[in-house]
C-alpha cells in the first residue's frame, strides 16, 4: 500500500502492477488514486490505457491479432482496415527503453504491409517516426477533469434538451449517422444521401457495444433527429469522454453547451473524467474546465 513515505518508483511499480493485474474496470486502490491525483505521468499512463481498451472494444469483430502490454503498447496487426482508430496506442511513459520497443513494433506493423492507412496514437509525443515512413498527422493533448462537488461540469441547467443512452439499434443507427456527418462536416440531407452507402459498408459502432456494461453511448436529439452524441467509456478507474460529434459549423455557445451536458452525463458517477483533443474541442474542453495533463500526437502511414 502507497503512502506518503512510499518512493516515487514504489509508487509507479505499484500503478503498473495495478494496471496489469486488475480487470479493466477495476477501481484503482485509494493510496493509489490520491498519490495519481497530482502526478501528471500517471494520469497519462490511465488516459492512454483507457484509451486502449476501447479502440480494442470497438474493432472487436474485426481484431485478429490484438495485443495489450500496459508498459509498452497496445497494437492490433489486423490486415483489415480499422477505420479512424489507431493500430497502435503507445502505454506505459515516455523512457528511452520503452521508446526503443513501441519502435520495434512499428517496424511489425510495416512488416504486416497493411492495406488500409494506418496510426500510431504516441501517448507522449516523444516517438520520432519520419524514418519509419510516417508523417505526424497531428498534435492533441490529454485532458482531465477531477469532479467534485460543486464543480463546473457538475451545475448543468438543461434548457430543453435532454441526454439520452442508446439502448438499440434504430438509436445506434441514429447516433452513426450523426456521428459521421460531424466528420465529414455533412450539413445537408443531399449531400448525405450520396455517402451513406459508403458510410453503412464503413460502419463502426456494432450492436455488441449495447451490451457491455462500462460502454455508454449517448445523444441529444432535437424534434426530428440526433443532434449530438458522444461515448463514455469507464476503466482503471476513470470514465472517459470521446469526442462530441456536433452539428456542422455549431455556433461557440451551442458547441459549449452541447459538449457541457454530455460532460455532466459523464461525471455523474463521481469518477475522474478523462479524454484527449485538439483544435477548437480542446479549446472547449479546457473551457469547460479540464485541465491538460501531457501531449500526445498522432503519426500516419500510408497504404503499403
Known sequence: MADASTSPRRRESLL????????????LPSAISDWMASNALAKVKICALNTARLTALLIKPRDRNSILDPEIAWTCSNKFPTRFNANMITLGGPEPDKASAQTKL????????????????????????????????????WLWLDVREGSTAGGVHYTGEDVRKVVDME??????EAWWKSKAGIANTETWYQVRDVVANAKRFRDFLLDDQHIQVWTIRDEEAVIAGCVTYISDGVVSISDVSLPPRAHRADRLRLRKQFVTMAARGGLPVVGWSDGQGLADMKELGFQSVGKMQVWERKAA
Do not use: C, H, M, Y
Not at 503498473?16 to 477501481?27: E, G, I, K
Not at 438509436?171 to 452513426?176: G, N, P, R
Open 16 to 27: 503498473t502492477a495495478a494496471l496489469r493485474n486488475s480487470p479493466a474496470t477495476a477501481v
Open 106 to 141: 512499428v517496424n511489425q506493423l510495416i512488416d504486416r504491409g497493411l492495406i488500409d492507412n494506418w496510426e500510431v496514437l504516441d501517448s507522449w509525443a516523444t516517438l520520432k517516426l519520419e524514418l519509419w515512413g510516417l508523417t505526424k498527422k497531428f498534435e492533441g493533448e
Open 171 to 176: 438509436e445506434l443507427a441514429e447516433f452513426e
